[in-house]
C-alpha cells in the first residue's frame, strides 16, 4: 500500500481510508484513487490488512456437506445476508469427517473471523472439546444440528413438525407409512425425525414399521436407490405408503420404483405412495414431484444471521444461550 501511495500521489491513510469504506473519501480523491487502482493494477491484501485489525469483515460458514442441496441453499442465503450487510463470507465444507471440521477451525481462527454460522457434524461426530474451546474465542451461531451449550444460539428447524404433518396427512389419506432411512445415517437429524415417527405412530394407535437400509457417508440418493430395489424385490413392505427421512433418499427411491417398473403416486391406479422430508430445491422435479415437509430456508438462515450480527455488536457476548426451532411446512404434490 505503500508502494501504490507513492506511486498514485494519494497519502497512505487516504487510501486505506478509501478501502475501509469508499463512501467515505470524497468524490474527486475517489475517481483519482480508482483511475490509479486500474493503472497500476494494485489489490490490497486483506489477509494482511486483517492481521492488524481487532475485529475483520470475515465470516465463516462452516456445512457438514457442500454438495447437499439444503446446505446448498441454507449457505446460498446465508452468504447473501452477509454480503448485504458489508461482510466478507468464507465458506466451507467438513465432508462429513471430524478431521476436516477440526481443520476449519483452525483455518477460520487464521483468518480472525468476526464471526461463525456453523452447521456441526453432530454430537456424536464432531469434536465438542474442539468446538467449545473454537467458541470460546470466536462470536459463533449453530445452525441446523445442535450441540447442546456450544455456541451463542442455536436456529434450526423443528424436525417433529415434519414428520407429525406427513405421517398425519398420509395417514388421513390413505395407509399409515413406513419410515425409511440409513441404518447409520450422516446427518443427527435423521434419528430426531425417527423418534417423532415413533412417537406420532404411538399417539395414533398405529403399527410402526421402521425400515433400514444400510450404507453410509452422503450419497443419500444412491444409498435410497439401493435400499429401495432391495425392499421392491423382497417385497419387505407392511403398507403401500413410504416417508422417507429426507428428500434425497426419496429421490433414490423413487429411481428404484421407476427402474421395477412400480407407479407411485396418490390416484387408485398407483402402486405405491412416497414422502419426504426437508423440500430440496430438487424435489418439484422428480417423477412425480415429491410430496414433503418444507424447510422455512429464508426465516431459519435469515435468524442464524442476524443472531449472529447482533453478537458481533456486543462484542461476542451473549447473556444467555438461546435455541430457537421453526417448524416446517407441508407440500403436496403427485407423490402421495
Known amino acids: 500500500m505503500e508502494d501504490f501511495a507513492q506511486a498514485s500521489g494519494i497519502s497512505r491513510p487516504t487510501i486505506s481510508k478509501f478501502f475501509n469504506d ?32 481487532q475485529l475483520t469483515k470475515n465470516i465463516g460458514i462452516v456445512v457438514p456437506y457442500v454438495s447437499d442441496p439444503f446446505f446448498a441453499e441454507i449457505a446460498r442465503n446465508l452468504e447473501r445476508r452477509c454480503i448485504d450487510v458489508g461482510y466478507t463470507p468464507f465458506l466451507f465444507s467438513s465432508h462429513g469427517e471430524q478431521a476436516q471440521e477440526n481443520a476449519i477451525l483452525d483455518t477460520l481462527r ?27 474465542n470466536v462470536p459463533t451461531i449453530l445452525f441446523d444440528s445442535n450441540i447442546e451449550g456450544l455456541g451463542a444460539a442455536f436456529i434450526g428447524s423443528d424436525n417433529y413438525s415434519f414428520v407429525s404433518q406427513t405421517v398425519e396427512y398420509l395417514n388421513s389419506t390413505g395407509s399409515a407409512p413406513s419410515f425409511f432411512e440409513m441404518r447409520y445415517p450422516a446427518n443427527p437429524n435423521a434419528n430426531k425425525r425417527r423418534e ?36 421392491l424385490r423382497e417385497n419387505g413392505m407392511d403398507t403401500n405408503t413410504i416417508l422417507c427421512s429426507n428428500d434425497r433418499l426419496a429421490i433414490g427411491f423413487l429411481s428404484a420404483c421407476s427402474e421395477m417398473g412400480v407407479k407411485v403416486g ?45 453478537l458481533i455488536n456486543n462484542g461476542g457476548k451473549s447473556k444467555k444461550r438461546t435455541e430457537t426451532l421453526y417448524s416446517a411446512k407441508l407440500v403436496l404434490r403427485d407423490s402421495a
Open 22 to 53: 469508499p463512501s467515505s473519501v470524497r468524490e474527486s480523491l475517489k475517481s483519482k484513487i480508482e483511475a490509479a487502482l486500474e493503472k497500476y493494477d494494485y489489490y490490497p491484501n486483506f489477509y494482511a490488512i486483517n492481521q492488524n485489525r
Open 110 to 136: 487464521s483468518l480472525k473471523p468476526a464471526g461463525v454460522l456453523m452447521a456441526p457434524l453432530g454430537r456424536r461426530s464432531s469434536d465438542k472439546n474442539k468446538i467449545e474451546k473454537f467458541c470460546k
Open 266 to 310: 396418490k390416484t387408485k391406479n398407483c402402486d405405491l405412495r412416497v414422502a419426504g422430508c426437508d423440500d430440496s430445491p430438487y424435489s418439484r422435479f422428480t417423477s412425480p414431484p415429491l410430496t414433503t415437509a418444507a424447510h422455512d430456508y429464508h426465516t431459519v438462515s435469515d435468524n442464524a444471521a442476524l443472531a449472529l450480527f447482533e
Open 196 to 231: 417423532a415417527y415413533l412417537k406420532i405412530m404411538e399417539s395414533l394407535k398405529l403399527k410402526p414399521q421402521v425400515i433400514k437400509i444400510e450404507g453410509t457417508g452422503w450419497e443419500f440418493e444412491e444409498i435410497g436407490r439401493q435400499g429401495a430395489l432391495k425392499l
